[in-house]
């Protein structure tokens, strides 16, 4: 039964090189790895405030209303008309006619006044200043600086033939990623002034009476003869005539309701910003033994159709099977595919790095970090047998070709 990593990096020194490094106690014909504990990290909402909230405010004009109105223009007066004597007459020797009087009218005089009334009424209007913003902007870490192990090459004066030999461990720094988020802060917020209106005046003429009318006495003297008299039976006297009074109809404009504002407060606004925490922080640990097979490359029996790079169902259940108990330990792998010969070289190397990218993809969909996976495509450089361009080969030979491969890898 293979013995599986639980979270490593193969690695395989020279005994010459790390031999103050290397497991304890080994047993001849067995293979061990340094287990390294991945870095554990969280992805983490992080909400920033991208405008600030501000207000808008709207005005309703003043309304006015129009009334009409009964004014005097000229007050009530009288007219005085004379109302003769009446006589008669006698057959009698007497004064022919007594002295007596006539009364002659005077009329009245008149004089005009100005008089003044509010035709509109003052109010007032507003005026608004909108909102004023500026320009800003706020810089997140959304990846905090880490660092990785990573193997240096092999010794320029190393005399082994193994590739794994005369190397040794570097921690490379990876550097913090940031970005940076627009922002519109308020910089002073709308306002309203209030400005007057003035209302107006207007006149109008009223008569007024200055004297009223009246009578002036003429004396009549009498006469004497003999003759037939003439009696006054009635004196004359005045009649009082009313003259009635004039009025006219004005129009005045009143204020109703004045003017008036209402403010909206416009809500601000914010930006989610998904970052990358660091909870636990990995490192190497001690050698554990492990199959030896799993060093080499093992095929993945996936049945790629001709020029596809989709997974079908049985290929998804040979990767849950074959592959996913080995990276659920915590290993490192490389994942190798090919295609067969037909075809463009062109197409063929993008075919195979899409299909390496599939199987990863899937298992990062199942829980795998993609740090321990690795996805590289050969194209049609690395046939298994001699179908190569121009060579007349049965499906099952480029079927042999068209294939999938993973190995336990240094990380």
Not at 121 to 138: M, Q, R, W
Not at 337 to 342: A, E, F, G, L
Request: aromatic share 6%; glycine share 4%.
């Amino acid at each position: 039964m293979k013995k599986l990593l639980l979270s490593a990096t193969l690695l395989i020194f020279g005994a010459s090189a790390y031999s103050q490094d290397l497991p304890s106690n080994p047993e001849p014909g067995k293979c061990y790895v340094r287990c390294k504990t991945p870095d554990v990290w969280k992805n983490q909402d992080v909400t920033i405030e991208t405008k600030a909230a501000y207000k808008t405010i709207s005005t309703s004009p003043a309304t006015y209303k129009t009334t009409t109105e009964r004014v005097l223009v000229k007050e009530a007066s009288q007219r005085l008309e004379i109302v003769p004597a009446t006589y008669s007459t006698r057959d009698v020797v007497v004064v022919v006619k007594e002295a007596s009087y006539r009364l002659e009218p005077i009329a009245g005089s008149y004089g005009s006044e100005t008089l003044t009334y509010t035709a509109k009424e003052d109010g007032s209007k507003l005026n608004v200043t909108p909102a004023i913003f500026k320009s800003d902007s706020e810089t997140i870490e959304i990846k905090p600086a880490s660092a990785t192990w990573q193997m240096s090459d092999v010794a320029p004066d190393c005399e082994s033939s193994d590739p794994n030999d005369c190397r040794y461990w570097c921690y490379k720094p990876i550097p913090a990623e940031y970005v940076t988020i627009s922002k519109t802060l308020l910089d002073k917020d709308a306002y309203v002034s209030r400005s007057s209106v003035p209302g107006f005046n207007k006149t109008y003429k009223k008569t007024v009476v200055a004297t009223k009318p009246t009578t002036r006495r003429v004396e009549i003297p009498e006469v004497t003869k003999v003759i037939k008299k003439t009696v006054m039976v009635t004196p004359p006297s005045t009649r009082v005539v009313e003259i009635p009074a004039e009025y006219a109809t004005i129009t005045k404009v009143l204020l109703d309701r004045d003017a008036s504002s209402t403010d909206k407060t416009i809500p601000a606004q914010y930006k989610t910003v998904s970052k990358e925490v660091l909870v636990q922080k990995g490192g190497l640990t001690t050698w554990k033994e492990v199959d030896c097979k799993l060093t080499e490359s093992s095929i993945l029996p996936i049945n790629w159709n001709l020029g596809s790079a989709s997974l079908t169902p049985e290929a998804k259940r040979i990767i849950d099977t074959r592959l996913l108990p080995v990276l659920k330990t915590g290993v490192a792998v490389v994942l190798e595919s090919h295609t067969d010969s037909r075809g463009s070289k062109v197409s063929n190397q993008d075919l195979s790095e899409r299909r390496a990218l599939a199987v990863s993809n899937y298992l990062i969909s199942k829980g795998i970090n993609s740090s321990q996976l690795t996805a590289n495509g050969y194209g049609e450089k690395r046939l298994t047998n001699r179908c190569a361009d121009g060579v007349s080969c049965t499906e099952r030979e480029h079927k042999a070709n068209r294939r999938t491969t993973f190995r336990v890898v240094n990380q």
